[in-house]
């Protein structure tokens, strides 16, 4: 009669446990040292297609995680999961994709956490969930986002490209009306010539596409480049370029080399356009952490940190003639071609350094 209740209360708990499960929206499996599927809830049945049958002859992995986006067979060996259920570790990962019985995938996060029973670990709970939805979100965000920054860029290429031209037809009706021509005024209309087209080459530089052709190059060797490049206009403002390399500045970055070289003129000539006095211009190359620090240092005058904030934003300068498009161009090839990053940091009346961070892996 006892064993008969034990039993019962067991099989009521059992039912409990499974309805706490299943009234979770994330789906959840457990699996043993081999990855077999002893428990599961039914969001992870509605989510993958799978019933709790379809992993008798096969482990989770095999069936739900086998291949990657680009269609690449992930051996049981390479997967994040079974790295975690060997170790007995923690393990979130963000991005990634869990394939359905019907043969289609879907993006998930998931986390995967170890059953420890009687102080030994005896297998993982795996809890994921369905991101379509929120990637669907984000890129709807990112369009408007997109738009929003067309609208401000149009205002003020309009803003921008407005003032020398009614400058220049104020020139022409003068002349016509004269009918003099003053070699004044053809310089000071060749000068917004220029600058109407500066502010377009800018403009191409950033919004055409260009090919990706992406090769490995040393990073010294490349900046050594843009130093030669530079020098001239360093020595005529009495500016001393110096370099400090790690030695692993001989390492190979995985990049589009003319974009690379043009983010370090860009660089570059805002530190030596920042220094009325002279100074010495440091460029720094580290390998930390699996990537690429490159810092370029200038001893002007500092920038305020109102105006850090909106530095990148088009037609926003610091620089009397500038138009704020060689650090939006800079950003752009930084973050968005190159899956890197780019800080400043300034101190008034000490100087400013823009740090550039790239990863350091090839074929990327």
Not at 221 to 234: D, N, R, T, W
Not at 295 to 311: F, H, R, S
Request: charged share 25%; with cysteine.
């Amino acid at each position: 009669m006892e064993i008969q209740k034990m039993q019962n209360e067991i099989e009521r708990l059992s039912h409990v446990n499974q309805l706490i499960l299943d009234s979770v929206a994330e789906g959840i499996y457990g699996i043993d040292l081999n990855a077999k599927v002893i428990l599961w809830n039914k969001a992870a049945e509605s989510l993958t297609g799978y019933a709790i049958t379809d992993f008798e002859s096969d482990n989770l992995h095999n069936l739900i995680h086998h291949t990657n986006r680009e269609g690449e067979h992930i051996p049981l060996q390479q997967c994040p999961v079974y790295h975690a259920l060997n170790s007995g570790e923690n393990l979130f990962i963000k991005d990634d994709i869990f394939w359905r019985k019907d043969g289609s995938y879907f993006p998930v996060e998931y986390t995967a956490n170890p059953m420890i029973e009687q102080g030994k670990h005896v297998g993982m709970v795996i809890t994921f969930r369905d991101m379509t939805e929120k990637k669907k979100t984000d890129e709807i965000l990112l369009q408007w986002e997109k738009l929003s920054l067309v609208g401000q860029m149009a205002a003020g290429v309009a803003h921008e490209i407005r003032n020398p031209v009614t400058s220049l037809k104020g020139f022409f009706q003068l002349m016509r009306a004269n009918k003099e021509y003053n070699d004044s005024y053809f310089d000071i209309m060749d000068s917004e010539f220029n600058r109407i087209e500066s502010i377009i080459k800018e403009l191409l530089m950033f919004s055409k596409p260009h090919e990706s052709h992406y090769t490995n190059q040393k990073i010294a060797s490349l900046i050594e480049e843009v130093i030669m490049l530079m020098e001239p206009q360093a020595l005529i403002k009495n500016i001393n370029i110096a370099t400090d390399y790690d030695t692993s500045s001989e390492a190979m970055v995985y990049c589009i080399e003319h974009q690379l070289k043009q983010v370090f003129i860009n660089l570059i000539k805002n530190a030596l356009e920042a220094m009325e006095n002279g100074g010495t211009i440091v460029i720094k190359v580290q390998h930390i952490n699996d990537e690429f620090l490159i810092q370029v240092t200038d001893d002007g005058a500092g920038i305020p940190d109102d105006v850090i904030e909106k530095l990148g934003e088009p037609f926003y300068s610091t620089k009397e003639n500038g138009t704020g498009l060689g650090l939006m161009v800079t950003n752009n090839i930084i973050k968005n071609n190159h899956q890197g990053a780019i800080h400043v940091e300034s101190q008034l009346g000490k100087g400013t350094t823009f740090t550039v961070r790239l990863p350091n892996f090839e074929n990327m």
